[in-house]
């Protein structure tokens, strides 16, 4: 990755293209006004844009809590090189209104540019290190599209003037553009180009004292797959063969269970609505008893309700995906902001010794990756296995190249092959792998699958050294998954002062601190974590190699001064190099947050 | 449901036979065995293709008893769990087990959830107005006054009325029987299983340990009166107008008003789509605007559409 990949780009990147304009290698823009101004949408159209473009993108955004809309932004990170987080500050924010300019304007980089719609702000900090450039937005949409329209047009105006600003690709955009809306009626995407034009014909030029050029990205010019990490997660399901899964609805889980509903039937398969989490569970686990691979998933609230039926699917040994976006907790908490708060409950929060496989993915894409090997963990190991994404990558919205699907899609087609008279579902010399109703049993003595615990043979058994080996048999086919797991990645150098480990989406802001630091001398590397649950084998020669190991997770330090992943560490590995950096104010880390809090472990040890 | 005349073999009580039960000496659920058996031996049903389903509770030992595919679940969730076997596997025979307090206590919700979108299964609650696995606590359907551990001067809360409590869910088919009436409970369990739909048979099942004579007063033996409901039958006759129309909803709720112990037959039945034919028919659906695409290539073009 090129260590200039940092928010405050523009003067580094800055190169002198002949007359062409000041060439950005990256750019962070944010978009600031209510979530009815459709502020999405061109964040939207510019993140696919860049995924057409060879670039990288990643975005961020804020929902309102309220369904009626409200304050909310669209931050869009363009790169031509390699793009780890959506950027601490913005190089170029566009202010909707007053709050919005007030709200915002400090997430501004020092000599940053500000357009704002001078209908509606009315108030600058004008003593501020910023360029202000100011537009009259709503009366220009309303001469160009007349007063009905123009709440629905500022937006793609926006758009256009931001094409012309980067001198962007505007054929590719006015494509995008006629994609998204062409499917409405003729007026709407009438509009929208007529807005459009008019936004990339505003004389802005004569307002800014300088022009910019996006630079092309570097890698292969192939068209990139541009979504959000639901619906990465969703493909994957439906890749690693997923046909059957049940589930409630709750930020931010919902938009999983909303496309597979449409989705499962084109495969043949079906996703239901339940009554609440606790029917959902169990109708996903009757699913897996039937034969199939099966998901249910959920956020907070809806993860404790399923804890009992989850440790059935333990003790029956039933193979189950189930997804946990994590949100903001505890309780109903903060249903639209990021945590990782659940990885110990995804592990543990089950009554019983309930082991059980917990994966979590870095990026976007990896949503996709993840839910793969989640679909192949669980048929081969019998058993639940999470999937912890959180709200972050369940929204956001990465480009990334289109998996190859003939290496990922995977059938799981019903097995109801007669079952000879050696059948036993709990063998404990071999792994489960259960005959589903409709096998004929040639020893015409039927299983009965049960939570009571039980023998070889699935009978009810109270038998202390009976309960004892079974134990161990759950446990064991655990930690044989362990021994098949890679060695996550060592990024940075191969030894020195710190050792930052992280898991799930802070993977991109960690990567970016590594850069950071090793930058400014300090001997740093990041290992990133995807299996949380068995965690892989032999760590302790890499941690050997670093000073400190910096455990950097978005969960409270709790009353021993440990995060959640840290304390899995230290109980494992007994070494008090092991610390952590910790937050939990909703947000994403900050790449410069972790740099700071990194700095200041290191000189405090 | 349909019955399948030609199995390879003819399947007996002999083969259905599992495990002794467990059951107290006396215990209701003796019969509701029994009567089972008999029924899925009339029927004939493929012996791979039975599958029967419990929660929690003495009654949901059930399954550890018929010798059949069978799941021991969770404590209130098995019309849950059962509605992922029906509705994913047409081909099999789906009956759900339990007990008062699994079906009209922890599961209530599930059981009216269930009920309204009719999943083709058939559920039979042997109902002993008590919790007997757990020893005498009061149940839903304890009777005002019954004195239980946890209400040792006697249950203060109005019990579920579980015909109203059906029928209002939307059960497509509902009946009562008595654990003592065993042909009764048979042509219940029959009518049930040959339904279309969610069929429910409530049994009055006598927990013999918690609350003996329970069910005394429609026992003829123990001196009490077993009515059974006079259906409709459509004959034109003047009689006949006095009788109960099994597919009129507020009859049903009218005789389940009636005072314990009430009458025994079907309360209501209902032609209305199941789930399974509805969720169906949308996959046919779905499937048929694909071409029957295969799932390397749906993902290929949904890739595709976010580029
Ligand atoms: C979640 C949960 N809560 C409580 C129990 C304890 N429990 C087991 S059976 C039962 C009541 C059983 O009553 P009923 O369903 O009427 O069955 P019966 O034993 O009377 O046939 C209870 C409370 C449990 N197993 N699981
Ligand atoms: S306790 Fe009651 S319900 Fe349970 S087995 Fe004994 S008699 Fe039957
Ligand atoms: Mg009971």
């Known amino acids: ?605 | 449901m349909s019955t399948t005349a030609e199995a390879p073999k003819r399947l007996t009580k002999k083969e259905l036979t599992a495990d002794h039960p467990t059951w107290c000496p006396g215990c209701g659920d003796f019969a509701v065995l029994a009567a089972f058996f008999k029924v899925i031996e009339k029927l004939q049903i493929p012996h791979e293709k039975i599958c029967t389903l419990a929660g929690i509770g003495c009654s949901s030992r059930f399954p550890y008893f018929v010798n059949s595919h069978g799941v021991h679940f969770l404590h209130g969730r098995t019309l849950a769990f059962a509605t992922g076997v029906s509705l994913s596997r047409p081909d099999l025979h789906v009956f759900a087990f339990g007990g008062d307090g699994d079906g009209y206590s922890i599961g209530g919700n599930h059981l009216d959830h269930i009920a309204r979108k009719n999943v083709n299964l058939t559920y039979v609650v042997m109902d002993n107005f008590v919790y007997g696995l757990t020893k005498k606590q009061t149940s839903p359907t304890s009777p005002i006054g019954f004195k239980s551990k946890t209400d040792p001067t006697g249950a203060i809360d109005q019990p579920v009325n579980p015909m109203k409590k059906l029928v209002y869910g939307g059960a497509t088919f509902v009946a009562r029987t008595h654990a003592a009436q065993v042909k009764h409970m048979m042509d219940m369990f029959e009518r049930a299983i040959l339904h279309p739909g969610f069929s429910v048979v409530e049994v009055l099942s006598e927990c013999v340990v918690f609350y003996p004579g329970a069910f005394d007063a429609a026992n003829p033996r123990k001196g009490g009166e077993f009515e059974t409901i006079d259906e409709k039958t459509g004959d034109g006759t003047p009689e006949d107008e006095a009788r109960h129309d099994i597919t009129d909803d507020v009859a049903a709720y009218r005789l389940a008003a009636q005072e314990f112990p009430g009458k025994f037959g079907v309360f209501y039945q209902a032609e209305r789509p199941t789930k399974n034919d509805l969720e169906q028919k949308w996959i046919d659906a779905s499937r048929a605007k694909t071409g029957n695409a295969s799932a390397k290539d749906l993902l290929s073009a949904r890739f595709d559409a976010m580029k």
């Open chain 1, 1 to 605: 990755m090129s260590s200039t990949t940092t928010s405050n780009s523009i003067d580094q990147a800055k190169t002198n293209s002949g007359g062409k304009g000041v060439e950005l290698q990256n750019a962070v823009i944010r978009f600031a006004g209510n979530s009815q101004d459709g502020i999405q949408t061109i964040g939207g159209l510019l993140a696919r844009l860049a995924g057409r473009s060879a670039r990288e993108v990643m975005t961020y955004m804020t929902i309102p809590a309220t369904i009626s809309g409200g304050p909310s932004i669209f931050q869009v990170h363009l790169g031509s090189g390699e793009v780890l987080s959506a950027g601490d500050e913005s190089d170029f924010l566009f202010a909707f209104y007053q709050h919005s300019y007030d709200n915002h304007i400090s997430s501004l980089r020092a000599g940053g540019i500000c357009i704002y719609d001078s209908d509606e702000v009315k108030e600058i900090q004008a003593d501020r290190n910023a360029v202000h450039v100011a537009l009259p937005l709503t009366s220009t949409v309303v001469e160009v599209l007349g007063g009905s329209a123009r709440d629905r047009g500022k937006n793609i105006f926006v758009l256009g003037l931001v094409t012309q600003m980067f001198k962007l690709d505007r054929e590719k955009i006015v494509g995008l553009i006629s994609k998204q809306f062409g499917g409405k009626s003729e007026d709407v995407l009438r509009n929208a180009l007529l807005a459009f034009d008019a936004g990339y014909a505003y004389p802005i030029g004569n307002l800014l004292s300088e022009d910019f050029v996006m630079q092309e990205g570097r890698g292969a010019q192939v068209d990139k797959v541009t979504t959000d990490g639901n619906t990465a997660l969703v493909m994957g399901l439906l890749a690693g063969g997923v046909r059957y899964g049940a589930a409630y609805p709750i930020t931010p889980w919902s938009s999983i269970m909303e496309q597979l509903r449409t989705e499962l039937p084109k495969y043949g398969g079906l996703l239901v609505q339940a009554e609440d989490e606790l029917a959902a569970v169990s109708t996903a686990i009757g699913f897996a008893y039937s034969g199939h691979l099966a998901v249910t998933g959920s956020s907070g609230p809806g993860l404790s309700l399923k804890m009992e039926a989850l440790s059935y699917a333990t003790m029956a040994e039933l193979p189950l995906v189930v997804v946990n976006v994590q949100r903001g907790g505890p309780s109903t908490g903060m249903p639209t902001s990021v945590e990782q708060s659940d990885l110990l409950q995804a592990i543990y929060g089950s009554h019983g010794d309930c082991p059980r496989i917990v994966l979590a993915p870095k990026n976007v894409a990896d949503c996709f990756y993840i839910a793969v090997e989640a679909c192949r963990l669980a048929k081969e190991y019998s058993c639940p296995v999470f999937i912890l994404s959180d709200m972050a990558l369940s929204s956001r919205i990465e480009a990334f190249e289109q998996p190859d699907l003939a290496e990922f899609v995977h059938e799981h087609p019903l097995d109801l092959s007669a079952r000879d008279t050696s059948f036993k579902p709990y063998p404990l010399d071999g792994r489960t792998h259960h005959a589903p109703p409709g096998s004929v049993m040639q020893g015409e003595k039927y299983p009965v699958v049960t939570g009571l615990e039980h023998d070889e043979w699935g009978h009810p058994s109270a038998n202390p050294a009976n309960h004892q080996k079974m134990t161990d048999r759950r446990r064991d086919k655990i930690k044989a998954c362990a021994t098949t797991l890679p060695l996550p990645e060592v990024y940075g150098d191969e030894s020195g002062d710190a050792l930052l480990i992280g898991w799930g989406s802070t993977w991109g802001p960690i990567r970016e601190a590594v850069g950071r630091l090793n930058e400014s001398g300090k001997k740093v590397a990041a290992m990133h974590f995807r299996h949380l649950h068995p965690m892989p084998n032999g760590l302790e020669e890499v941690f050997a190699r670093y000073k400190h190991v910096i455990v950097i997770e978005m969960n409270d330090e709790g009353l021993y001064g440990y995060g959640q992943f840290a304390t899995l560490l230290r109980a494992r590995y007994c070494d008090p190099k092991i610390v952590s950096v910790c937050k939990t104010d909703g947000l994403n880390y900050k790449v410069r947050d972790i740099v700071t809090r990194v700095e200041e472990r290191i000189a405090n040890s």
